[in-house]
Nanobody, 123 residues
Framework: QVQLVESGGGSVQAGGSLRLSCAASGLTFSVYAINWFRQAPGKEREFVAGISWSGNTDYADSVKGRFTISRDNAKNTVYLQMNSLKPEDTAVYYC?????????????????WGQGTQVTVSS
């Protein structure tokens, strides 16, 4: 049974930092691309960051230079380091996974989703 479990969300003031984790089990983690998405109240889910199984990364323009995605295949975990947080970053953050080719960073139609973790940034 495949599971993706997010953790690390919370409340922080603008300018602060959080590190989200996505721990995977039940899959061959090293051949999966992992993406972070987020959904704010009343808005559609949007892509935030992605990492290929070979380590290539990609970011939404809104988070470039502030967020960093990384993966530790030995721990079956992907991280999202979020710095210089803004109130508009407030959302539920989800990780998603799909088997892809080597360099693919953005996933279309993920095969698996986590349950989400809330990030709230106050001004």
């Amino acid at each position: 049974q495949v599971q993706l479990v997010e953790s690390g969300g919370g409340s922080v003031q603008a300018g602060g930092s959080l590190r989200l984790s996505c721990a995977a089990s039940g899959l061959t983690f090293s051949v999966y691309a992992i993406n972070w998405f987020r959904q704010a109240p009343g808005k559609e889910r949007e892509f935030v960051a992605g990492i290929s199984w070979s380590g290539n990364t990609d970011y939404a323009d809104s988070v470039k230079g502030r967020f960093t995605i990384s993966r530790d295949n030995a721990k079956n975990t992907v991280y999202l380091q979020m710095n210089s947080l803004k109130p508009e970053d407030t959302a539920v953050y989800y990780c998603a996974a799909k088997i892809t080719t080597r360099s693919v960073t953005r996933i279309s139609e993920p095969a698996y989703w986590g349950q989400g973790t809330q990030v709230t940034v106050s001004s």
